[in-house]
């Protein structure tokens, strides 16, 4: 087997697409991912028989190289155009925009596309970034942390790095749908929700499934029980929407769901071979994370010799 130079740390999109760019490169890499499954933040639960994204709820495709991977999601059926148009609630205001993808088989099955053909070891969280640098004591010629700052810090002096605001999302299930047609909806100036997406509408599949993404504020009033925070977000979206309670709901909490300040710079390169990369590195979207993780993999390739 050839010898690994690089250890990539994190399997969310920023790790596994500097770890696809690597190997291209002819450079030898393994991702170390904590989860039991690639994704990070693109992340989709099995959730009563279908995937139901409680992470990103679209992404957006600006960058050209990355609009061409999008592309062929597209062609291999993984990722469809849904939507430029989002609602504003409360009232009857529209936003217009990009195009907004998603995937009918959840935003995880993109990641995993990606890392197809990769050396992924899962469940296994790295607990230190040592000088040489190493990882766990083992020895690579680069190291990256693709992951929020707040994670990279626990293993390594993190430059600059703003604080992360958290979110809890949502997801419940009705028998069947009793809302307007958003697809998705902005949320403005309310103290339980920041946004409501149709999951069944974006999936393509019409299941009546909603996921909502709450304020900070009810994040810090729940932090150790996300369930906690359900009946608020249930009164929030019946005030909204009306309709009967849902059949279940399903609620997960991201501690670090996105950077509170964007950074001008794509990515870190320290002179001791450890590399920062992630939607930190960027305007904090998808987009940002895949090209903070491609352009990271070019300069350590270029570092080291390839
Ligand atoms: C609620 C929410 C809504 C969002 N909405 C949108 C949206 O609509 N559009 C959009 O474009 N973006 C959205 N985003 C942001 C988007 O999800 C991120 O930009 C993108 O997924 C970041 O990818 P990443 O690889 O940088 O980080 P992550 O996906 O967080 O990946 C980091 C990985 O590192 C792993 N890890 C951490 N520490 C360790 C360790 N010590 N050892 C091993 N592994 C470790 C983690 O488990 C994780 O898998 C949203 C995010 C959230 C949470």
Redesign the pocket.
Known sequence: MARVTVTV????????ACARELTARGVPVRV????RT?????ASRRLHGRPVD???????ARDPEFTEVVHRWRDAGLAREWTDELAVLPGAGRSSGPV?WAAPGGLRSLVADLATGLDVTCE????RVGPGPTVDGEPADAVVL???DP??A??YPVPDAPAWTP?I?VAAGWEERHWPDLPAAFVNDHPVLT?VADDGARRGDGAPVLVA?TTADVVRAHDADPDGAVPAVLDALRELFGGPPPAWTYAHR?R???PGQDREEPFHLGDDGVGL????WGR??????WR??TLLARAVAKRLGR
């Open positions: 740390v994190g399997a969310g999109i920023s790790g596994i170390l991912e904590r989860g690639v994704g990070g933040r693109m409680m992470g990103a709820a679209y992404f957006t907004r296994h969280p790295a607990q693709a992951m929020p994670q990279a626990r293993l979110v999302a946004l993404h991201w670090f769901a996105s990369a992630g939607d930190g904090a979207r998808v987009e940002t994370a903070s993780g």
